[in-house]
């Protein structure tokens, strides 16, 4: 009986079709939620959703305007174009020269997300590493801890 009912349920499916994700966990809260609540990347040529939901990403942005206020005294987010250094100035995580560009060696302001305090000018790689580790002590120690493991073992 129970092989009849699976049978016909494979023939109903379509073959060749896929299922599709229709929702991602949230990075930042850990929420699992629908598509719709994360917003488009559209950096570069490939479009993607956001790793954070659009409610997380609004507490960051405003978390940034709280450190811009904290650094130059306004919070105005074009501040950040005036007041930044010159192109190939160092980046204060991996001393790769920065540019104000697109790419990704172009110059972040940095910021804590959760105190909204700068912390520094670095290249947009070391940014996104930075997010992707959790903003966080912690999570870049997990990298640290995950490297030396392998080192270790090799």
């Known amino acids: ?13 379509k073959p060749n079709t ?3 994700k229709t929702g991602q966990e949230c990075t930042r809260c850990n929420i699992f939620k629908p ?4 917003s488009i990347n ?25 450190a811009i206020q904290n650094k130059f005294g306004f919070k105005d987010s074009s501040l950040v174009q005036k007041h930044r250094p010159p ?5 204060e995580c991996c001393g790769t020269p920065m540019t104000y560009g697109q790419e990704m060696n172009s110059m972040c302001f ?12 670095i290249c947009k790689r070391c940014n996104v590493g930075l997010g992707n580790a959790g903003d966080n002590d ?8 995950y490297l030396t493991l392998y080192e270790i073992t090799n």
């Open 1 to 13: 009986m129970k092989q009849l009912i699976i049978e016909e349920v494979i023939t109903q499916v």
């Open 18 to 20: 896929e299922i599709t």
């Open 35 to 38: 598509l719709d609540e994360f």
């Open 42 to 66: 559209g950096y570069g040529s490939q479009k993607f959703h956001r790793k954070i939901c659009k409610t997380c990403r609004d507490t960051q942005q405003e978390s940034k305007l709280d």
């Open 87 to 91: 192109e190939n100035t160092p980046c």
């Open 110 to 121: 940095d910021h804590d997300p959760i105190k909204g305090k700068f912390r520094g000018w």
């Open 138 to 145: 912690e999570g870049v120690m997990n990298f640290v801890r």
